[in-house]
């Protein structure tokens, strides 16, 4: 995947917003820091850096995540423990970290996690993105055995809740660094 752009066409894109009393580079610096991310994500419960200098690009991250049974319930998404790996696809201190999640055999998917950081009134805005352009490998899995209006229902269900994890994503950032 060459493409990075999470302006194209895409099954998923959602965004959340947040002023945050702090500064572009204060907020880039909590929300690059990916292992911190059990602090604030509804499922990723942090994870380590497995290659690369953390944080930049090409940087490796293997994350640990965690899906409780009442989640879509009907679909079969994964649930309980899991892992994932994805690679660092833009970082810019201050404005812009982005990440694509990889598939088994280590390459970029067109599922790209992101933050932008923008100033405003003393403090920053951050906008958390989630994009999606081609199915991965995980939502081929899902909805191989789904008809279409299954289909249209899973990915209307998915969609609703990926706008109340990123809402919620945002909410719970912005409490983490203005309590410190």
């Known amino acids: ?10 099954i998923f894109q959602v ?11 204060e907020v880039y610096a909590v929300v ?14 942090g994870g380590t850096w497995v290659s690369g200098r953390p944080g930049t690009v090409g940087a490796v991250f293997s994350g640990e995540n965690h899906r409780t049974e009442d ?10 423990d899991w892992t994932t790996e994805s690679e660092v696809v ?31 009134d003393g403090g920053s805005v951050l906008v958390h993105h989630y994009w999606m352009g081609e199915a991965t490998e995980g939502i081929r899995g899902i909805t191989a055995k789904m008809d279409a209006a299954e289909k249209e229902k899973f990915f209307a ?20 660094i203005e309590r410190a």
């Open 157 to 176: 269900a998915w969609s609703e809740k990926l706008k109340t994890d990123l809402a919620s994503t945002v909410q719970r950032i912005k409490k983490v």
């Open 90 to 120: 833009a970082a810019e201190p201050g404005r812009t970290f982005r990440w694509s999640i990889r598939n088994h055999a280590g390459q970029r998917q067109e599922s790209i996690w992101s933050y932008d950081i923008r100033a405003a």
């Open 71 to 80: 989640v879509v319930a009907w679909a079969p998404v994964v649930r309980g």
């Open 1 to 10: 995947m060459a493409d990075t752009n999470i302006e194209h066409a895409s």
């Open 32 to 45: 690059s820091d990916l292992p911190r991310s059990g602090e604030w994500s509804i499922e990723c419960r």
């Open 15 to 25: 965004s959340a917003e947040v002023y945050v009393a702090a500064s572009p580079e």
